[in-house]
């Protein structure tokens, strides 16, 4: 890693999982260097920093983790606070669909879907991600639990990506980094 690449500790107990993080040049495609966190989810001290860092502040009464590291850290913490989980998923893989959006990221298009019953009106809802790069997905997650009533309560990823501007494009939501790059 870079001397200009390094990862800000936004919050204080994060130093381990700052260095667990593994650039991958060229992915999805060539030019685009991908932040890894698997390596961070896999051990078992960095990811519990992580999860309680994630939830810490905010009032909620359910997840919702993005497809698909979003699945992992969000279903981490809504059982570590003690509240459901609702997946945010990629289109064809629910049986039942409330709602659909469509957005552009970095480098293409996608979609995200609610399940049918997973959020009531009113629910106060955490959005949770590994990665916020140009705002896309974490916007297109806010809009999609907006339409269904629920109120976002906030925003919160692992690494945000702070040359991609992403923050500015999220919508609605109070949104909350671990860690920048």
């Given at each position: 890693?870079?001397?200009?690449?390094?990862?800000?500790?936004?919050?204080?107990?994060?130093?381990?999982?700052?260095?667990?993080?593994?650039?991958?040049?060229?992915?999805?495609?060539?030019?685009?260097?991908?932040?890894?966190?698997?390596?961070?989810?896999a051990d078992g001290?960095?990811?519990?920093?992580?999860?309680?860092?994630?939830?810490?502040?905010?009032?909620?009464?359910?997840?919702?983790?993005?497809?698909?590291?979003?699945?992992?850290?969000?279903?981490?913490?809504?059982?570590?606070?003690?509240?459901?989980?609702?997946?945010?998923?990629?289109?064809?893989?629910?049986?039942?669909?409330?709602?659909?959006?469509?957005?552009?990221?970095?480098?293409?298009?996608?979609?995200?879907?609610?399940?049918?019953?997973?959020?009531?009106?009113?629910?106060?809802?955490?959005?949770?991600?590994?990665?916020?790069?140009?705002?896309?997905?974490?916007?297109?997650?806010?809009?999609?639990?907006?339409?269904?009533?629920?109120?976002?309560?906030?925003?919160?990823?692992?690494?945000?990506?702070?040359?991609?501007?992403?923050?500015?494009?999220?919508?609605?939501a109070d949104v909350?980094?671990?860690?920048?790059?």
């Amino acid at each position: 890693m870079a001397d200009s690449d390094v990862v800000r500790v936004i919050h204080p107990t994060l130093s381990k999982a700052s260095r667990l993080i593994r650039e991958v040049p060229d992915f999805p495609e060539p030019g685009v260097l991908f932040r890894d966190i698997s390596p961070l989810l896999a051990d078992g001290e960095a990811l519990s920093t992580v999860v309680t860092a994630l939830g810490e502040g905010h009032e909620f009464d359910v997840v919702a983790g993005v497809e698909a590291r979003g699945f992992l850290v969000g279903a981490a913490v809504a059982q570590a606070y003690g509240t459901g989980v609702v997946g945010l998923r990629k289109p064809g893989k629910l049986p039942e669909v409330a709602d659909r959006i469509d957005y552009a990221l970095e480098y293409g298009t996608a979609s995200l879907e609610l399940a049918a019953d997973t959020i009531s009106a009113g629910q106060r809802v955490l959005v949770v991600d590994d990665v916020l790069a140009t705002g896309g997905t974490l916007n297109a997650a806010c809009e999609l639990l907006g339409r269904a009533g629920a109120k976002v309560s906030a925003a919160a990823v692992v690494l945000e990506l702070t040359a991609l501007g992403g923050r500015d494009r999220v919508l609605g939501a109070d949104v909350h980094a671990l860690l920048a790059v």
